[in-house]
């Protein structure tokens, strides 16, 4: 129906679109989703060539060369075959028309209708895009937003199109109209569409695939449900997580810096978190990783940081863990949830090297774990749940951050102490002589912690292995210390295995639950999935019994409707 | 939550004597050559004199000056002494640490080694090894330490075994950390005072043995030493010389190892707290 090759859009010397490939067969929805400047509405407007900047490439639509038809020709295709109800601005409607006579108009040019039918259309159109029938004569500055798209809407279908281009459907809409309007859309399900939006939720609700657009380029492509529950590229996972919705319930994270056109690459790499030479030189190729599935970037996708295989231990006839499978993607939080003696923290022992397995393997990026080799604890690094015990009482704070940078031997004493200084900052500590000198007795239990979590970070980790590591504070104390976790997950892509008892909290800081009981991993998945439907009996008994401010809140929740 | 070792001492008042006779016994045996009146290995035909100006404690029976050889006498202990206490000690810590690190079959000959020599009379060896080689200090120190290292490395390795499990190991464990950075950093000052509660056993244990030896007269007849001294002197016991030739170095050995044995009490909380007086915080 629709084919895009190599599609090329330039304003002046600025390239909007570069090497767009896209495909759509008829009847089929596909959203166009990124953030605003990923070119998404120049994108749509090329399609019926209304842009005013070159366009390269190849657009065919039946058949038909877009790109190089004449003017009569298009002139017969827009608005009768390929229709675009544009994002709601107030210069789209005509301002001296009533916006009944302007949905009426595309009818009767493309001779469609007579005036008298081409009326009736129109008021069916209006009305049936819900907009109030004593409002058809009003004249568009009389109408609200909402109203004012409903009838851009109508104005689109009224000849029929086989190819319709949504730019901004929903925005204008509140809550309640959206989903209404959406279902209206739908609907129409003879009619090709192009929806290009921000909103995640007008893409999931109108689209059956999803193509995310970035600086240009198409990133991934997928199916809408696949790519939103497990997005593979970084920056649709970063989009979704910066996307108030009600399915996630992780806190929202903002993606690092802004959006900005590098000169050579690939389009996200300042703002990605995996970003490797490669990605800073050269753009990289889509790749098919799976049916419909489509990605462009060097590292394949979000990278798994660490792997472990059926891990097993014993402590004499007790076994503590039971093959242990678990994976944790970059930037990513899985919280291992279970309750004291599940044997989390022995499975977290094991990952660090503190405590040898008897059977299974720990993989760390893509290669079996060297625990003989510094370089293992430079990536991974461990909070323990206790700071009164992993700072010693010996070492001042200067000295206990800087102790990995003495171990590994990087750097002199001056760099050593400046990148004390920094992640002091990042972790809210004072920079004071007078701070650095303290010794842990003189700290509160909140300082002592955000210290060890500093003395962690020196060596800018990969992954953190956080242990209980708020277990011994009060609550404001551990919001601060979550938020500033999260806030590095955002700026570094740090991926962490976040280890509690507490649901509650495991809900607001993870991607991932994974559920532990007396060594064994019940239960696994998206933190929403396993907190509102979880499938074990004793999942749905750590939830009820997690923290909440209404003593019935969770109560019900084997009758509660999901 | 520290252990103040120097405070313990101080605060109990058998340690403060200790620590007295002890540096003043050190004092002598440095100052010797600058107190002593005689040179100790002078020999001359004054033999047997009785105390007197010139002579404070008289002269033995080849005419050597009593006080000058029981100045030098405390030398030849103390060096004997400190010289093994050091010696075994960092055996014995060396042996203890890398047990409690070392797990495996490293860990289980070491101790086999160390139950192998805890059980073995030390006295009989010592005086069985000294009846052959006739040992001088240098000698003296290296045989006696080899001997006597193995009941503090037990004590070690225990205290170590508990140590390696404290978080703040475990994390200098996750930062990459070796083996020898964690015994040095983070062990040997947590052990600070077990290790010094070793080294003055060890010294008190070796200044007895050395005076023993000599006693017997199976160390290097040519030491000057508070053993060889009373040695001879009993054997003129027959004559009054043993008022001021058997009691002094009979009277300094006491006083050291005493001074010793007071300051060990005092410190001996410091492994076990149980032992310590109430109301002492």
Known sequence: ?562 | MHINIKREIRESSTGKAGIIILVIMIMLALLAPLIAPCNPYHQSPMSLLPPSFSHWLGMNHVGQDIWSRLLYGARTSLMVGFGTGALATLIGTAAGISAALIDGLYERIMMRVIDTLIIIPMIIVVILLSAYIRPGVITLILILSFLSWQGGARVIRAQTLSLKEKGHIAAARTFGASRLYIAWRHIVPDLGPILLVDFIYNVRRAIFLEAGLAFLGISDPNMVSWGTMMRDALSYSYLDAWRWWLIPPGIALSLTIVGLTFIGHAAEPVIEPRFREVGIA
């Not at chain 1, 994108?43 to 490439?57: D, P, T």
């Not at chain 1, 029929?160 to 609907?187: C, F, H, N, Q, W």
């Not at chain 1, 708020?470 to 295995?497: C, H, P, V, Y």
């Open chain 1, 1 to 562: 129906m629709l084919e895009i090759r190599d599609l090329r859009v330039s304003y002046g010397k600025e390239l909007v679109l570069d090497g767009i490939d896209l495909d759509l067969k008829r009847g089929e929805a596909l959203a166009l989703v990124g953030e605003s400047g990923a070119g998404k509405t120049t994108l749509g407007l090329s399609v019926m060539r209304l842009v005013e900047g070159q366009i390269r490439g190849n657009i065919r639509f039946d058949g038909i060369e877009m790109l190089k038809a004449s003017e009569a020709e298009l002139e017969r295709i827009r608005w009768r075959r390929i229709a675009i109800a544009f994002q709601n601005a107030n210069n789209v409607l005509n301002p001296v028309h009533s916006v009944l006579d302007q949905v009426t108009e595309p009818i009767v040019f493309h001779g469609l209708m007579d005036k008298y039918q081409a009326r009736g259309r129109a008021s069916t159109l209006l009305g049936y895009f819900g907009l109030a029938s004593d409002r058809f004569n009003a004249y568009p500055h009389q109408l609200s937003g909402g109203e004012q798209q409903r009838v851009l809407l109508a104005m689109a279908i009224s000849n029929y199109p086989e190819l319709l281009i949504l730019d901004e459907p929903l925005s204008a809409l509140d809550a309640t109209s959206r989903s209404e309007v959406g279902k209206l859309i739908k609907m129409d399900g003879d009619c090709t569409k192009l929806i290009a939006t921000h909103d995640l939720d007008t893409a999931s609700k109108l689209a059956d695939r999803i193509a995310v657009l970035y600086g240009g380029k198409i990133v991934e492509e997928g199916q809408a449900s696949q790519v939103l529950s497990r997005p593979r590229h970084p920056y649709t996972r970063a989009l979704i997580r910066a996307y108030p919705n009600m399915t996630t319930v992780k806190d929202l994270q903002a993606i690092k810096e802004g959006l900005t056109r590098p000169g050579s690459g690939c389009p996200f790499h300042p703002r990605c978190t995996q970003t490797i030479d490669v990605c800073r030189t050269l753009a990289p190729e889509t790749v098919t990783i799976s049916d419909e599935r489509k990605i462009a970037c060097h590292r394949g996708g979000i990278i798994t940081r660490l792997t472990t295989s059926s891990i097993s231990k014993s402590f004499g006839l007790i076994r503590a863990v039971k093959s242990a499978s678990l994976s944790i993607e970059a930037g990513e939080t899985l919280a291992l949830v279970g309750q004291t003696g599940s044997g989390k923290t022995t499975l977290a022992r094991i990952i660090m090297g503190l405590c040898q397995p008897d059977s299974g393997t720990i993989y760390l990026d893509g290669a079996v774990a060297n625990y003989s080799s510094k370089n293992f604890y430079q990536k991974v690094q461990m909070i323990f749940q206790n700071p009164g015990q992993s700072l010693s009482h010996r070492l001042s704070v200067l000295q206990a951050v800087t102790e990995p940078l003495d171990i590994q031997n990087i750097g002199d004493r001056a760099e050593r102490r400046a990148k004390a200084m920094k992640v002091l900052g990042e972790m809210g500590l004072p920079q004071e002589e007078n701070f650095l000198y303290r010794y842990p007795h003189h700290l509160s239990g909140g300082e002592m912690q955000r210290v060890a979590i500093a003395r962690a970070l020196i060596q800018d980790p990969v992954l953190l292995i956080a242990d209980e590591p708020t277990a011994f504070l009060d609550a404001s104390n551990q919001a601060r210390i979550l938020k500033q976790l999260l806030n590095l997950q955002e700026q570094r892509g740090l991926s962490m295995l976040y280890i509690t008892h507490d649901i509650a909290a495991a809900r607001k800081v993870s991607d991932r639950i994974a559920v532990m009981l007396e060594g064994s991993i019940i239960e696994e998945g998206p933190a929403n999935e396993i907190v509102t439907a979880p499938h074990e009996p004793y999942t749905k008994r750590l939830i009820c019994s997690a923290s909440s401010l209404h003593s019935s809140q969770y109560s019900g929740i084997e009758q509660a409707p999901v």
